[in-house]
């Protein structure tokens, strides 16, 4: 683990949680989990989690850009699967063996026309669109390939996947309605291809979820898969950031950009080293809070590209230089404070900043 320079904030990100919550994944789906590390594992850093998983047993893992499987496949090795989830660009070739997620019967022809002249067929996933409307082939271009599956030809495909739109909501009926046209459009477009289907809230639904590989992102991270009910995973972040300068300001003084906020009477305003800049949302502004010594500290006023504004006159002991805890803790994980800005903890997560110190801790 690095060292924090003057000023700046500390990322800590527990290695042994997330492994935790990965076998976790694994022993409620009854079949294995990728693990899916697009975005920089969601922030946290795609290459030390990726190792630390691929300690523990995990062969497959899913970044979302080429690009992001290049970096997974130089910081982990020839050997584990990476599956890049918005394919290769066109004409791109065989990358770093890298596998693509063939989104639409033009990825689906182009690819297995480049297997059928190398003499060597592609391997690839086939992504069915269920009811995302978004990438997959959609309806259509299922029957097509139904109709005339000899278009597969050249094509290795490991899984057949689709994606659920609602699995964080139990009761929706979209949820039964994917599983139904993902069985049938996998039965007949793709007999006998391994399937990949449930994501991390995918994972909670039950058997007709269950497929030959879970794709889970969000709760190896912490994040609650099952909203509404008590969160089953453990927490894997906390971020420190330190004071930089502790004041006292007159009843009537007003406080940064906007003048926001303004002091009632005798106030300690306690400025630390972390702004919008670094993911800490602006429309947390005046609605958040970070931890002290375990106590809670209000945030006050308007939140700047760097610097964040506390109320510490509660807190006559604390000095510039002390650390507040802007995520983590009780009542104030990713999801808590996605809640108070009206987001959800994959964006608090995946907005963290570059300038904090990633401090990967475990997973040995
Ligand atoms: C992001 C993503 C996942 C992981 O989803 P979580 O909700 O974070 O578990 C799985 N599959 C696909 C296709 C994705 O884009």
Redesign the pocket.
């Known amino acids: 683990m690095g060292e924090a320079a003057a000023g700046q904030g500390v990322l800590r990100i527990e290695l042994d949680a997330i492994v935790a919550n990965w076998r976790d994944l694994g022993a409620r789906h009854g079949a294995p989990c990728a693990g899916?590390v697009?975005a920089d594992g969601y922030g946290l850093g795609a290459v030390p989690v990726a190792r630390a998983l691929l300690a523990a047993g995990c062969r497959t893992f899913?970044v979302?850009h080429l690009t992001e499987g290049f970096v997974l496949r130089a910081g982990l090795g020839a050997g584990p699967e990476i599956i890049v989830?918005n394919g290769f660009p066109p004409g791109a070739d065989e990358q770093a063996g890298l596998m693509p997620v063939l989104n639409s019967l033009g990825d689906v022809a182009a690819h297995a026309a480049a297997g059928r002249a190398e003499g060597r067929p592609r391997p690839a996933l086939l992504h069915l669109d269920t009811g995302m409307s978004r990438l997959g082939l959609d309806a259509a271009e299922q029957a097509a390939l139904a109709a005339d599956r000899s278009r597969l030809t050249g094509l290795d495909l490991r899984f057949v996947m689709t994606?659920l739109a609602c699995a964080d909501e139990p009761a929706h009926p979209l949820n039964a309605a994917q599983a139904a046209r993902f069985a049938e459009a996998a039965a007949r477009i793709a007999p006998g291809v391994p399937r990949s289907f449930a994501?991390?809230?995918g994972l909670f639904l039950g058997p007709a979820y269950r497929s030959d590989l879970a794709?889970?992102?969000?709760?190896l991270y912490g994040i609650n898969?099952t909203p509404g009910v008590a969160n089953p995973m453990r927490q894997v972040v906390t971020l420190e950031v330190p004071v930089l300068q502790i004041r006292e300001i007159a009843a009537g003084t007003t406080v940064g950009y906007g003048a926001g906020y303004t002091a009632h009477g005798r106030l300690r305003v306690a400025t630390v080293a972390a702004g919008y800049a670094d993911g800490y949302l602006r429309s947390l502004s005046g609605r958040s809070l970070a931890l002290f010594q375990g106590r809670a500290v209000p945030l006050i006023g308007r939140i700047s590209m760097d610097l964040t504004t506390f109320d510490a006159t509660e807190f006559p002991e604390m000095r510039p230089g002390d650390r507040l805890m802007l995520v983590g803790g009780p009542g104030n994980t990713p999801d808590d404070i996605a809640a108070r800005c009206g987001t959800i903890g994959?964006e608090v997560l995946t907005a963290l900043g570059p300038r904090y110190l990633r401090a990967h801790v475990g997973g040995a």
């Open positions: 899916v697009k899913f979302a989830l994606h994501n991390s809230s794709r889970p992102g969000c709760a898969p994959y």
